[in-house]
């Protein structure tokens, strides 16, 4: 990358040259300390500069992106970083926001601006540089920038243009060696360089639905098992459970079939059931499979309520999979919470009808339990294969 040939030379600074600065300061309309704290909460040396500046487009934040958020903090008594992407781009500007303050929740001193920033990349254009300059002087706010820190090559020049110090970090991409440019082409690849909340963002959601004793929790286990990631048990039957054994302790010989059911039941079986795969999504590989979803809960509604109520249905999501476990063939087992033998081949259709207009992929699983596996396997297989589709960001001109 080339930057404008204009004004004087540019200083550059590391931490060991950089000039000092005492006592704390107002940013952003914050006090910020004049000491940093340590990983152990103590305070440690005076920082080095007032106020730091890190911009980017950070899409998505990466490891990279927080090792240079982390060395602007420890260097400064505050630091603004401007979010500028452009509308084009397929994450949204608030979600990256909201990532990155609850990544560095620790630095209060740090704050997190966004803008989106629409104007062509040109790194040799003055005028450019000008419109880009325009949008971060006004998400900064008029407050004065002592450094920029950067890990781009146009790093110094937007410190000219700021008349601040540039404070150059692992350019070389040594000690982090990642890239958003490499993330967007293979998250999967690079998931141990993502944050919890971009992980659960990126995340494939393969959901398994079926009739009663067809292998939906069997196969979820096994599947995460292949893929050494996460699964998410089937809440309905954990509220089943505990309504049985309510039920029990004033009936000590009532049965599964003298479980009740309302619809608020309903909505609180998918609203516990996306608490839980919520949270499984923030520390999963790139997949997580769930034993039931909203779209399922809908269709044990209306087989136990006759009908299925606008607030389930209203909560269903958009998985990347759903995985269909045929009823033929496997034999019932009567475990004590389960009530419906005789709808198995009712439910099966259900689901199948219910599937099929989603706008999701299906994939119908039949036969023993191996040919259901290896067709889950080659079904996953493809969904990883398929990659993630992410707009390309404005680029400079070759």
């Known amino acids: 990358m080339s930057a404008a040939p204009t004004g004087g030379p540019t200083q550059r600074a590391d931490t060991d040259d950089a000039p000092p600065t005492a006592g704390g300061s107002t940013v952003g309309g914050r006090t910020a300390p004049g000491t940093r704290p340590s990983p152990d909460g103590s305070r440690v040396g005076a920082v080095r500069f007032r106020h730091g500046l890190v911009v980017g487009k950070f899409y998505p934040p990466h490891a990279g992106h927080h090792a240079l958020i982390e060395a602007a903090a420890a260097r400064c008594a505050a630091v ?38 629409d104007h062509p990349v040109d790194y040799a254009d003055a005028d450019v540089w000008d419109l880009h300059c325009a949008v971060f002087r006004e998400a900064i706010g008029g407050d004065r920038v002592d450094a920029v820190f950067s890990s781009e090559a146009y790093g110094e020049e937007l410190a000219r243009r700021f008349d601040a110090v540039p404070v150059c970090v692992d350019l070389e991409r040594r000690r982090v060696p990642v890239s958003g440019t490499s993330v967007r082409a293979d998250p999967a690849g690079h998931w141990d360089r993502l944050a919890p909340p971009v992980r659960a963002w990126f995340v494939r959601r393969v959901v398994v639905v079926g009739a009663e004793s067809t292998g939906t929790t069997t196969m979820a286990a096994a599947l995460a098992a292949h893929y050494r990631t996460r699964w998410v048990p089937e809440y309905g039957r954990e509220l089943t459970a505990r309504k049985l054994a309510r039920l029990r302790e004033r009936t000590p010989e009532a049965s599964v079939f003298d479980v009740t059911w309302d619809r608020d039941d309903f909505v609180e079986v998918v609203r516990e059931q996306q608490a839980a795969e919520d949270a499984a999504a923030r520390d999963s590989a790139a997949l997580l499979f769930c034993d039931t979803d909203a779209r399922a809960t809908a269709v044990w509604e209306e087989r136990y309520l006759g009908a299925t109520s606008a607030r389930v249905r209203a909560a269903a999501r958009r998985p990347a999979l759903y995985l269909l476990t045929d009823h033929v063939g496997v034999p019932f087992d009567d475990d004590g919470l389960r009530d419906g033998e005789h709808l198995r081949a009712w439910m099966t259709d259900r689901f199948r009808a219910e599937l099929a207009g989603c706008g999701v992929p299906v994939v119908e699983l039949t036969g023993p339990h191996d040919r259901r596996l290896a067709r889950a396997v080659a079904a996953c297989d493809a969904l990883l294969a398929a990659g993630w589709s992410l707009t390309d960001p404005l680029a400079a001109p070759p």
């Open 80 to 117: 603004t970083v401007v979010v500028a992407p452009s509308r084009r781009e397929s994450i949204p500007l608030d979600l990256r926001l909201r990532w990155l303050r609850e990544v560095h929740a620790g630095t209060p001193w740090v704050r997190f601006v966004g803008r989106y920033d």
